[in-house]
């Protein structure tokens, strides 16, 4: 497991219990290097849509439980934030609230000289996610194919 993967799973273990206790939902963690600086960040939702305040009140809790735990040997910035429009379906929670909307893909690789897909979620598995165009032709893509998916924004 990568520093990174380990870092994220510890402080998955530790949010979890702050945001059932406020009914939250963990969207997802990301420890990350941006320039000279690491970040980890808790993705955090609720029905009805994330506020700043929720935000600062879970920030708050956990950055005691990190400063206690103390288990990241790096200098970090710890940020606790709404996921936005355009998260990426990443757990299977997520499948389930974007079946039957449409979604955007973007592949790693061009497909049939392409890597951008939109579509109606159709059906999906542990491997792959099948989408429908405009007139109802079905498309799988491998999971290890795909760059980002996401729920597509209509503006």
């Known amino acids: 497991m990568s520093k990174a993967s380990t870092y994220e799973a510890k ?11 406020m009914q939250f939902e963990l ?6 290097k941006e320039g000279s600086t690491y ?6 939702d609720k029905e009805g849509g994330i506020t700043i305040n929720d935000c600062e009140a879970v920030a708050r809790e956990m ?3 990190l400063d206690q735990e103390d288990f990241i040997s790096d ?18 929670k997520d499948y389930v609230r974007n079946m039957g909307k449409k979604i955007e893909i973007r592949t790693y690789r061009a497909i049939d000289r392409c890597k951008e897909f939109t579509g109606i979620l159709k059906a999906y598995d542990d491997t792959s996610v099948t ?7 079905e498309t799988t893509f491998l999971k290890t194919d795909i760059a980002l998916i996401r729920q597509a924004i209509d503006f």
Do not use: M
Request: hydrophobic share 35%; no cysteine; proline share 6%.
């Open 11 to 21: 402080t998955e273990q530790l949010i979890l219990p702050i945001l059932e206790r």
């Open 27 to 32: 969207v997802d963690v990301e420890y990350v």
């Open 39 to 44: 970040y980890l960040r808790a993705y955090i």
């Open 63 to 65: 950055n005691e439980l």
């Open 75 to 92: 200098s970090y910035t710890f940020e606790v934030s709404s996921p936005g429009l355009g998260r990426p379906l990443k757990k299977e």
């Open 131 to 137: 989408i429908a165009d405009e007139n109802d032709k």
